[in-house]
């Protein structure tokens, strides 16, 4: 596989690292909000919630990188090519299912009055929800480029977009 390739894989991955630690960090902070802020305004159970996206999110990365990363490296793309096509269908799911929290989340309004650790944790959310997005971006072009140089029809079944990036 190319030297380029590699780096986008290598690159992918170490935003993989980051997302982890950042995720970890929410968590913990959650934790301590919850513990912390008698606020009422502050949601209960955050620790949870991160917590149960965390499990989902963490199952996806280690297909990546356990699975279809290698394959990719190797110049086995046709034994990856349903699993790409499952995390594609999946990164489109949560950009649909999760647009909504993702608005929420980036639009909320933290009051004056509201604890200064949990201020904390929503400036905190608010950029990691970024950084997720744009690594979500920045993996599906990779993954769609790869599936296209080893099936270029299925660039239809993709979406549209896929065509601007491939041209």
């Given at each position: 596989?190319?030297?380029?390739?590699?780096?986008?894989?290598?690159?992918?991955?170490?935003?993989?690292?980051?997302?982890?630690d950042?995720?970890k960090?929410?968590?913990i902070?959650?934790?301590?909000v919850e513990v912390?802020?008698?606020?009422?305004?502050?949601?209960?159970?955050?620790?949870?919630?991160?917590?149960?996206?965390?499990?989902?999110?963490?199952a996806?990365?280690q297909?990546?990188?356990?699975?279809?990363?290698?394959?990719?490296?190797?110049?086995?793309?046709?034994?990856?090519?349903?699993?790409?096509?499952?995390v594609?269908?999946?990164?489109r799911?949560?950009?649909?299912?999760?647009?909504?929290l993702?608005?929420?989340?980036l639009?909320?309004?933290?009051?004056?009055?509201?604890?200064?650790?949990w201020?904390?944790?929503?400036?905190?959310t608010?950029?990691?929800?970024e950084?997720?997005?744009?690594?979500?971006?920045?993996?599906?072009?990779?993954?769609?480029?790869?599936?296209?140089?080893?099936?270029?029809?299925?660039?239809d079944?993709?979406?549209?977009?896929?065509?601007?990036?491939?041209?």
């Open positions: 596989m190319s030297n380029e390739v590699n780096s986008e894989i290598q690159e992918l991955v170490s935003d993989h690292k980051s997302l982890r950042d995720f960090e929410l968590i902070m959650a934790k301590e912390k802020c008698v606020d009422p305004d502050v949601p209960k159970e955050i620790s949870t919630f991160l917590l149960r996206f965390w499990v989902t999110i963490e996806l990365i297909k990546e990188e356990g699975i279809i990363f290698p394959l990719i490296l190797d110049d086995r793309v046709d034994e990856s090519y349903g699993d790409i096509q499952e594609l269908a999946i990164h799911c949560f950009e649909k299912e999760l647009q909504p993702i608005d929420e989340v639009n909320y309004e933290v009051a004056t009055k509201s604890c200064d650790l201020k904390s944790l929503v400036k905190r608010r950029l990691f929800v950084d997720l997005q744009d690594h979500v971006k920045k993996e599906d072009h990779f993954l769609k480029k790869s599936i296209v140089i080893f099936d270029s029809e299925s660039i079944e993709l979406d549209l977009e896929l065509e601007l990036e491939v041209s």
